[in-house]
């Protein structure tokens, strides 16, 4: 029997299952916040800053997962530590 292959957004999905999300294929300003636990317009501020990646898609912006895991990766204090 073979192990599940790893995760492709093991951080992600990490904080998906504390805030009991579940995995999508885009998430809103909105659905980030809730994630993030901050308000729409923290959110609204780290895009206008360029500080989290969001993709100018039909309707409105979205964030795609890929996009996600890399700003939690590259959120990390204290690298190496």
């Keep these: 029997m073979s192990s599940p292959p790893p995760s492709k957004y093991p951080l992600l999905e990490e904080v998906l299952a504390h805030r009991q999300m579940a995995l999508k294929p885009f998430f809103t300003i909105k659905d980030v916040a809730t994630l993030f636990g ?44």
């Design 38 to 81: 901050v308000t729409v317009r923290s959110i609204q501020t780290r895009v206008a800053s360029d500080q989290l990646p969001s993709r100018d898609l039909p309707g409105r912006t979205k964030f795609l997962p890929v996009d996600l895991e890399q700003f939690l990766r590259n959120s990390q204090k204290n690298p190496g530590k």
